[in-house]
């Protein structure tokens, strides 16, 4: 696994220059090179992974190796940040863009834990100062049968699981939002079923799948809040509920995990829900898809694709497997 390699210089020297500069203005941007971050961050050794604290190799271009970046039209960014489901903040597509910003996100920190070698915890500043960020563009397929197309700016999971170095027992991922119930207005709902906090879960190899990223930002900027700030998931082959946002632990283990959609109804939602438009949900089709903009007027309905879009990644994963039963 030479891919995933820690190297012993700093990224600095081993980073295409323009990749490095981007990097460093979108930690300033963040905040997150003003002096006490420094600080903060060169007195935090301690509470980093012992693998050491060089961040991992930038491996290819900026937009990852082939295929992994689609050149379709993007979504314009308004629509992104005001058409989302995060359910901690309402059901509606418009109550997270109004009350999202009542969620803290800083300071903030991802528990890492479970089958690891190295459990620990890691802090925002070790995340954006370890890991080299780069932008993906990916379609991303609501199960509600909506898609959009965002550049995400994130890095690939797989880097920051060998940091913490599963063992032979880790055959699954188990994912948790932050449950703030005092922020979360969709969480103090009456009429909400979930029970949080929301959870999602990848088999280990999905997981450590390069097209599987931990983004910190889109269109260049760090992470709305609507959107998942300051760290989500994205899973582009999967339906969108699997891209969990505002990831606060991560957990590895033996057993398949329990998942939030699939515990509200496993007839519906089930663990791998991986795009296929072959494999309708009980109460509507899956085979097309309304791509964002889309009005009444028009609808811009383009067909699904298997693994949307992904299938020569991806395939592999699910080779021999049943994807009508294993939906
Ligand atoms: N914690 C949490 N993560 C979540 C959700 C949610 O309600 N809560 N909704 C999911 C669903 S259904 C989709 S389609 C995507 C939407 O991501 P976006 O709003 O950034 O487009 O987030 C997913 N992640
Ligand atoms: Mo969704």
């Given at each position: 696994m030479a891919q995933f390699r820690v190297p012993p210089i700093p990224s600095s020297e081993i980073t295409p220059e323009s990749v490095y500069l981007r990097r460093r203005q979108f930690m300033q941007a963040a905040g997150l090179l003003a002096a006490p971050a420094l600080a903060g961050l060169a007195s935090d050794?301690?509470?980093?992974?012992?693998?050491?604290?060089s961040p991992l190799e930038f491996r290819d271009?900026?937009?990852?190796?082939?295929?992994?970046?689609?050149?379709e039209a993007r979504t314009p960014r308004q629509d992104v940040t005001s058409y989302c489901?995060?359910?901690?903040?309402?059901?509606?597509?418009d109550d997270p863009a109004k009350y999202?910003?009542?969620?803290?996100?800083?300071?903030w920190s991802i528990a890492v834990e479970g089958e690891v070698a190295r459990p620990g915890k890691l802090t925002m500043e070790d995340v954006l100062s370890r890991y080299d960020l780069e932008e993906r563009v990916y379609r991303l397929r609501c199960v509600e049968a909506w898609s959009m197309v965002v550049p995400w700016v994130g890095f690939p999971l797989a880097a920051l699981l060998k940091n913490f170095e599963p063992t032979s027992k880790a055959r699954y991922v188990a994912f948790e939002t932050l449950y703030r119930r005092d922020e979360m207005r969709g969480t103090r709902s009456f009429t909400s079923t979930i029970d949080w906090p929301y959870r999602e879960g990848l088999r280990l190899d999905e997981a450590m799948h390069p097209l599987t990223l931990l983004a910190v930002g889109m269109y260049g900027k760090t992470m709305p809040n609507q959107n998942g700030a300051p760290i989500r998931l994205v899973v582009?082959?999967?339906?969108?509920?699997?891209?969990?946002?505002?990831?606060?632990r991560i957990r590895l283990t033996e057993k398949q995990p329990a998942t939030t959609w699939q515990d509200l109804n496993a007839r519906e939602y089930g663990?791998?829900?991986?795009?296929?438009?072959?494999v309708d949900h009980p109460r509507w089709s899956q085979k097309y898809e309304r791509r964002l903009?889309?009005?009444?007027?028009?609808?811009n309905r383009i067909p699904t694709r298997l693994f949307n879009g992904y299938e020569d990644q991806v395939a592999g994963l699910y080779k021999g497997m049943d994807l009508k039963k294993y939906f």
């Open positions: 050794v301690n509470a980093r992974p012992a693998t050491g604290g271009a900026a937009s990852g190796p082939a295929g992994f970046t689609t050149d489901n995060f359910y901690e903040f309402g059901s509606g597509k999202a910003h009542e969620m803290s996100v800083d300071p582009p082959w999967k339906y969108g509920f699997k891209s969990i946002k505002s990831v606060v663990f791998y829900s991986n795009v296929n438009p072959d903009p889309s009005s009444l007027l028009r609808p």
